[in-house]
């Protein structure tokens, strides 16, 4: 059975908590000019205050600057007017009868005000793996077709802070910090941004967000257990690998530019070709650090036999994997999946050529956490509303 926890009324701030900096989210060296600038630590000190900072906030997890032990009082007490270790607020934990934990998360304007920015994180648990897909931004701009969170306009970026932020709101609500848990099993081993938004679009703040995540005195997630999907921003591709180091996803979806067109209209300015010149070129690309391309199963669509055997030729000296993805539907879309007898033709196909091509399971679909099912649940409300009226 699912469950539906509000947590609304959990997590509360104390007044003024807004003109404070966020402590996570910001690199080594900006904390150093800030705190060099700031006067209130012995210079000499510094780099030692920011080991033990950093110890605290992503290995031990604390959520108040005041118990860092091994910090003095006075000291703590400056850093605590000036910085915040509080997370943003869950609004509602959702799990699924498969396990998967969804929270819709409440993002703040430095003002305090939410005004509807709302989030989704989910946590999908798989025998030893633990994966946690993050969103990049509050919405989409790309509409692809057969994407629920598409059909919300882009309301912003996210921050660095409110990227991080999510990890360690899952940690919190999973006790997975390293000091509660020396020895056991991590819960979150794996990291995809494959929630709401187009992670290339919001690079700068995903790339400072993804580097606290893998740096060893972070939260120490190997980058090879970290994937970045994107829906093709060519452009961009090259800096995932010069200057984040993570894994790649590319979701392609479709063999040919007429139909991709429709699927993912930014295949309008990066097409095909070009998008697979950028992945033959991706830095560091080899057997053993393959590419992955993501394909969702769309009865009539994209599913023929033809389809499958042109795939196989296009990807076949590219280092790729292949994700089969059963179309998850939401209220309104246009798509079925396709039967799975067709869905294990295609697969075979993959798999007969060579290819690793893993049907997916879609997970937390009764909870709407899915691939492609995310979206602000204010949002989603003004959206039932229409398809009711209909
Ligand atoms: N914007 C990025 C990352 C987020 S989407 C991107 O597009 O790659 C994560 C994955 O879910 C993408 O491969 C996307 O194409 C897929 N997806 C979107 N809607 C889906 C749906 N309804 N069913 C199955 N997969 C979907
Ligand atoms: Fe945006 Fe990705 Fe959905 Fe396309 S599939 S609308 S890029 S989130």
Same mark, same amino acid.
């Given at each position: 059975?699912?469950?539906?926890? %509000?947590?609304?009324?959990?997590?509360?701030?104390?007044?003024?908590?807004?003109? =404070? %900096?966020?402590?996570?989210?910001?690199?080594? +060296?900006?904390?150093?000019?800030?705190?060099?600038?700031?006067?209130?630590?012995?210079?000499?000190?510094?780099?030692?205050? !920011?080991?033990?900072?950093?110890?605290?906030?992503?290995?031990?997890?604390?959520?108040?600057?005041?118990?860092?032990?091994?910090?003095?009082?006075?000291?703590?007490?400056?850093?605590?007017?000036?910085?915040?270790?509080?997370?943003?607020?869950?609004?509602?934990?959702?799990?699924?009868?498969?396990?998967?934990? $969804?929270?819709?998360?409440?993002?703040?304007? $430095?003002?305090?005000?939410?005004?509807?920015?709302?989030?989704?994180?989910?946590?999908?648990?798989?025998?030893?793996?633990?994966?946690?897909?993050?969103?990049?931004?509050?919405?989409?701009?790309?509409?692809?077709?057969?994407?629920?969170?598409?059909?919300?306009?882009?309301?912003?970026?996210?921050? #660095?802070?409110?990227?991080?932020?999510?990890?360690?709101?899952?940690?919190?609500?999973?006790?997975?910090?390293?000091?509660?848990? =020396?020895?056991?099993?991590?819960?979150?081993?794996?990291?995809?941004?494959?929630?709401?938004? +187009?992670?290339?679009?919001?690079? +700068?703040?995903?790339?400072?967000?993804?580097?606290?995540?893998?740096?060893?005195?972070?939260?120490?997630?190997?980058?090879?257990?970290? #994937?970045?999907?994107?829906?093709?921003?060519?452009?961009?591709?090259?800096?995932?690998?010069?200057?984040?180091?993570?894994?790649?996803?590319?979701?392609?979806?479709?063999?040919?530019?007429?139909?991709?067109?429709?699927?993912?209209?930014? %295949?309008?300015?990066?097409?095909?070709?070009?998008?697979?010149?950028?992945?033959? %070129?991706?830095?560091? =690309?080899?057997?053993?650090?393959?590419?992955?391309?993501?394909?969702?199963?769309?009865?009539?669509?994209?599913?023929?036999?033809?389809?499958?055997?042109? =795939?196989?030729?296009?990807?076949?000296? !590219?280092?790729?994997?292949?994700?089969?993805?059963?179309?998850?539907?939401?209220?309104?879309?246009?798509?079925?999946?396709?039967?799975?007898?067709? !869905?294990?033709?295609?697969?075979?196909?993959?798999?007969?050529?060579?290819?690793?091509? &893993?049907?997916?399971? &879609?997970?937390?679909?009764?909870?709407?956490?899915?691939?492609?099912?995310?979206?602000?649940?204010? +949002?989603?409300?003004?959206?039932?509303?229409?398809?009711?009226?209909?």
């Amino acid at each position: 059975m699912e469950q539906n926890i %509000n947590l609304n009324n959990d997590i509360s701030l104390s007044e003024g908590i807004h003109n =404070l %900096n966020p402590l996570y989210g910001m690199s080594r +060296e900006d904390l150093l000019s800030n705190l060099s600038s700031l006067d209130i630590i012995p210079n000499k000190q510094i780099p030692m205050r !920011i080991k033990q900072l950093w110890n605290w906030t992503y290995v031990n997890g604390v959520d108040d600057i005041n118990s860092m032990q091994n910090i003095s009082k006075p000291i703590r007490d400056k850093l605590q007017d000036i910085y915040t270790l509080h997370r943003p607020k869950i609004v509602t934990e959702q799990k699924s009868s498969d396990g998967t934990i $969804k929270w819709l998360i409440a993002l703040e304007d $430095k003002l305090g005000n939410s005004s509807g920015n709302e989030i989704e994180t989910v946590y999908i648990p798989d025998g030893k793996r633990g994966t946690l897909c993050l969103s990049s931004q509050i919405g989409c701009t790309l509409n692809c077709s057969f994407c629920f969170t598409g059909t919300q306009k882009l309301v912003r970026n996210l921050s #660095t802070f409110e990227i991080l932020s999510q990890i360690l709101i899952a940690r919190d609500r999973l006790d997975d910090w390293h000091k509660n848990n =020396l020895n056991a099993q991590r819960k979150i081993t794996n990291i995809v941004m494959m929630g709401m938004g +187009e992670p290339l679009y919001n690079f +700068e703040a995903v790339k400072n967000a993804l580097l606290i995540a893998s740096d060893g005195d972070g939260l120490a997630i190997s980058k090879r257990r970290i #994937t970045l999907s994107t829906s093709g921003v060519v452009p961009m591709i090259e800096r995932v690998a010069t200057e984040i180091g993570v894994m790649l996803a590319i979701s392609l979806h479709s063999v040919s530019d007429e139909v991709r067109n429709k699927l993912v209209p930014i %295949n309008k300015k990066y097409p095909i070709k070009e998008l697979l010149k950028a992945c033959k %070129n991706f830095p560091g =690309l080899k057997n053993s650090s393959r590419i992955t391309f993501e394909y969702v199963m769309l009865k009539d669509i994209n599913d023929s036999e033809y389809d499958a055997k042109k =795939l196989v030729k296009m990807l076949e000296d !590219i280092p790729s994997k292949i994700n089969i993805i059963p179309f998850n539907p939401w209220p309104g879309s246009e798509y079925k999946c396709s039967d799975s007898k067709q !869905i294990k033709k295609f697969a075979d196909i993959l798999n007969n050529a060579g290819f690793s091509s &893993p049907i997916r399971r &879609p997970r937390g679909s009764d909870i709407m956490a899915a691939c492609g099912q995310l979206k602000s649940s204010s +949002e989603r409300i003004r959206s039932n509303k229409i398809i009711n009226e209909f």
